[in-house]
């Protein structure tokens, strides 16, 4: 079977653009670092760009691990049951020791959001906890930012079919390229400067936060009346970030969030979902979930429902929240009107929460501190960190400062 060479319907000087991003803005890569990308298959033409931006900047080595949708497929159709309570924990236990050598991460998105769609969830969720767990070593150097480390994405053909249904596929391709090129701010003459005043315009937001120093925020909307409290200690992040190796990388392109550690113990109230989750080869529509004392103690969906109640039961902290983020209605993501089912885009359109894991890096001294020490100050942790939306043009939110006073932050999606 021979297939049509769908890269053609992508902008050849613009991915190079964002080749030349996600190496310089996204990494930041040094001289002599190496470099651990992972990618679909369908994204060799961006990882050969970055490899060739990667080694210009002057990069050790450059290694790639690809995965493929038909041989991921051919496993859930024929491999041995029991096979799916294993992961190659080897390869986790190498990149682990790749980041611990100094290596940077670059993991490219965009794979088939429902390529899990078909599939037995209760398989479906042995292989994720199982890849969780035999991943955790080699992520907790991603999430406590001991590297540099970026999340990029190409139009995938299998997602740009599902994003724009009725087009013909390389229709669908072109206009999902272009709307990633855009979110990614390539498309200015200077992409690099424009990540710099990007950054400074979500620096002014954190800080601003992080001067008033509010307890909880109060979310209301259609569906949901949520109160977040936040984590003692807590700290405002978004656009760049400096890991603990020195290096500044803006761990997302695109990014439009300022986010923070939620307090485990304290979140209270009902809320629901505005967007679809794409988790993990599956789409959970429509969810709605009731907190009491931090805990997720109700939870339901119209679509994904037991892949979602799977997913909560994954450890003690998936009931829990490890973040949360403000994104204006108004973002360039959400204005463009696209629903990506993809939550490195759907997350920068939309208010966000997360379940599970949270940043060590929105602690204020956050590097210097424990695990025990991170807990105490009310830090989740778990072996999962999803994202989902809950923010939309019907959303106010208020801050509730330390003497119970309320401030307005967003009203109907907006900063205030
Ligand atoms: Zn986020
Ligand atoms: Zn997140």
């Known amino acids: 079977?021979?297939?049509?060479?769908?890269?053609?319907?992508?902008?050849?000087?613009?991915?190079?653009?964002?080749?030349?991003?996600?190496?310089k803005v996204g990494l930041r890569l040094q001289e002599g670092q190496e470099l651990v990308m992972t990618a679909p298959l369908a994204a060799l033409p961006l990882v050969r760009l970055i490899t060739k931006h990667a080694y210009k900047a002057g990069a050790g080595i450059v290694t790639t691990f690809y995965a493929d949708e038909e041989t991921t497929l051919a496993r859930y159709a024929h491999a041995p049951d029991a096979s799916f309570d294993q992961a190659p924990g080897w390869l986790y236990d190498g990149m682990a020791n790749a980041f611990e050598k100094g290596a940077a991460r670059l993991a490219i998105a965009g794979d088939n959001p429902m390529m899990l769609a078909g599939q037995d969830p209760a398989k479906v969720a042995r292989a994720n906890?199982?890849?969780?767990?035999?991943y955790k070593p080699a992520l907790e150097h991603v999430s406590n930012f001991d590297i540099n480390w970026n999340i990029c994405s190409y139009p995938n053909p299998s997602w740009a079919r599902l994003v724009f249904p009725d087009l013909p596929i390389a229709e669908a391709v072109e206009k999902l390229a272009e709307a990633i090129f855009a979110a990614s701010r390539v498309n200015d003459a200077d992409p690099v400067a424009a990540w710099v005043a990007h950054n400074a315009e979500l620096r002014k937001r954190s800080s601003w936060l992080n001067g008033e120093r509010f307890q909880a925020l109060h979310f209301t909307g259609p569906g949901t009346d949520l109160t977040v409290g936040l984590a003692d200690g807590h700290e405002w992040h978004g656009g760049a970030s400096t890991a603990k190796n020195g290096i500044t990388c803006n761990p997302n392109i695109p990014t439009e969030e300022v986010f923070?550690?939620?307090h485990a113990l304290k979140v209270e109230g009902h809320v629901s979902s505005t967007k679809?989750?794409?988790?993990?080869?599956?789409?959970?529509d429509n969810i709605q979930v009731r907190f009491e004392g931090g805990r997720i103690i109700e939870a339901k969906a119209s679509r994904g429902e037991e892949v979602l109640l799977k997913v909560l039961d994954t450890d003690e902290g998936a009931r829990?929240?490890?973040?949360v983020a403000l994104v204006p209605h108004s973002s360039p993501i959400s204005a463009s009107g696209i629903l990506f089912y993809n939550t490195l885009f759907d997350e920068n359109a939309s208010c966000h929460i997360a379940l599970g894991q949270c940043y060590s890096k929105c602690f204020l001294n956050g590097a210097s501190l424990t695990p025990n020490e991170i807990k105490a100050q009310?830090?989740?942790?778990?072996?999962?960190?999803?994202?989902?939306m809950i923010g939309s043009d019907k959303i106010d939110i208020d801050g509730i400062s330390a003497d119970g006073m309320k401030v307005p932050v967003m009203r109907k999606g907006e900063w205030a």
């Open 129 to 134: 906890k199982a890849n969780s767990i035999a």
């Open 260 to 262: 923070t550690t939620p």
């Open 1 to 23: 079977m021979t297939l049509p060479d769908l890269s053609v319907s992508i902008d050849p000087a613009k991915l190079e653009k964002l080749a030349e991003v996600a190496v």
């Open 378 to 388: 009310g830090g989740n942790s778990s072996l999962i960190h999803i994202d989902w």
């Open 320 to 323: 829990r929240l490890g973040e």
């Open 276 to 284: 679809p989750l794409s988790h993990q080869g599956t789409l959970i």
